[in-house]
């Protein structure tokens, strides 16, 4: 059984100015000429880090920028979360589902923050004979986040030399570093089974081009890529007949409904049962573009 925990890594190529003891996900260390940040978690620190951090020190902190030192720490806590769920969550507590997922599923990874997942899965996985019929399904958001950074830390991936060649990428930008670089996104739509975007027109796009595409436009006519439309399917999400919720409603009674659905939906989650405070779904990326910030400020 592949037991996969994740480790911290430490980093000279943080730049910070931090006034205190930082919070659970960040610890300082002082050294004689360095001061270095160790971060667990996939993504380079940004705002949301930047909150989390000031409401745990009480300290303004400024100037935030991570490299990909700050970014990974050994397997990556997300990736190892996301291929260890499957096989490991027990799901009879409901009444549609009984046991763990098992092996034999596909894992859907989205934009370049889990670009990795495909790569991990083979090397740590099915290298050992476990999700040998495990599929990934890589979704393109946003074509212009690609996880772009330099080639001589491909190391720290802790992944074999043969997938080097997914992630070499040449850029004209001097931006983390000059030359050579590793690129996240291009590993993922090379090394998964299948290209998805979230649109037949956005598919169009990134194979027009080497601007819309992002320089990636090569790669992705290569592998190809199906856009799915947004939306949903209204008879498996009508609420007069959604086999999810034990209180049924329609358009003339949702709103006598809808509290009682929040009652149940909060008992179900052990949080207080109250009809009048607010419940918000969120699921985005941690971006600042998708209002995250603004989330978190007006956290109480």
């Given at each position: 059984m592949a037991c996969i925990t994740p480790s911290?890594?430490?980093?000279?190529?943080?730049c910070g100015?931090?006034?205190?003891?930082?919070?659970?996900?960040?610890?300082?260390?002082?050294?004689?000429?360095?001061?270095?940040?160790?971060?667990?978690?996939?993504?380079?620190?940004?705002?949301?880090?930047?909150?989390?951090?000031?409401?745990?020190?009480k300290a303004p902190i400024k100037h935030?920028?991570?490299?990909?030192?700050?970014?990974?720490?050994?397997?990556?806590?997300?990736?190892?979360?996301?291929?260890?769920?499957?096989?490991?969550?027990?799901?009879i507590s409901s009444k549609h589902f009984t046991g763990a997922y098992g092996e034999a599923i596909t894992f859907i990874a989205n934009d370049w923050h889990t670009a990795l997942l495909p790569c991990y899965l083979k090397s740590m996985y099915k290298s050992r004979k476990i999700y040998r019929n495990a599929k990934v399904a890589f979704c393109i958001h946003n074509v212009a986040y690609q996880g772009r950074f330099a080639f001589s830390d491909f190391s720290i991936l802790n992944l074999p030399n043969h997938f080097m060649g997914s992630f070499d990428f040449v850029d004209g930008y001097d931006k983390p570093v000059k030359g050579r670089k590793l690129n996240w996104m291009k590993a993922g739509i090379l090394e998964s089974d299948m290209v998805l975007t979230v649109s037949p027109y956005y598919a169009?796009?990134?194979?027009?081009?080497?601007?819309?595409?992002?320089?990636?436009?090569?790669?992705?006519?290569?592998?190809?890529?199906?856009?799915?439309?947004n939306g949903m399917d209204v008879q498996e999400w009508d609420p007069s007949s959604d086999k999810y919720i034990n209180i049924k409603c329609r358009a003339t009674t949702v709103m006598?409904?809808?509290?009682?659905?929040?009652?149940?939906?909060?008992a179900e989650l052990g949080l207080p049962v109250d009809r009048n405070i607010p419940m918000i779904g969120f699921v985005v990326r941690l971006?600042?573009?998708?209002?995250?910030?603004?989330?978190?400020e007006a956290i109480p």
């Open positions: 911290k890594f430490t980093s000279r190529s943080f100015n931090i006034g205190l003891a930082a919070g659970p996900d960040l610890k300082l260390i002082n050294g004689p000429k360095n001061q270095i940040a160790a971060h667990n978690g996939l993504r380079a620190l940004k705002y949301i880090d930047m909150l989390l951090l000031r409401a745990n020190a935030l920028r991570g490299g990909l030192g700050d970014v990974l720490g050994g397997l990556p806590p997300a990736m190892s979360a996301a291929l260890e769920a499957p096989r490991a969550l027990n799901l169009e796009e990134l194979v027009s081009g080497i601007e819309k595409g992002v320089e990636l436009d090569n790669i992705i006519r290569t592998t190809g890529i199906t856009g799915i439309v006598e409904a809808k509290p009682l659905l929040k009652e149940a939906l909060q971006e600042e573009q998708k209002g995250s910030d603004i989330l978190a």
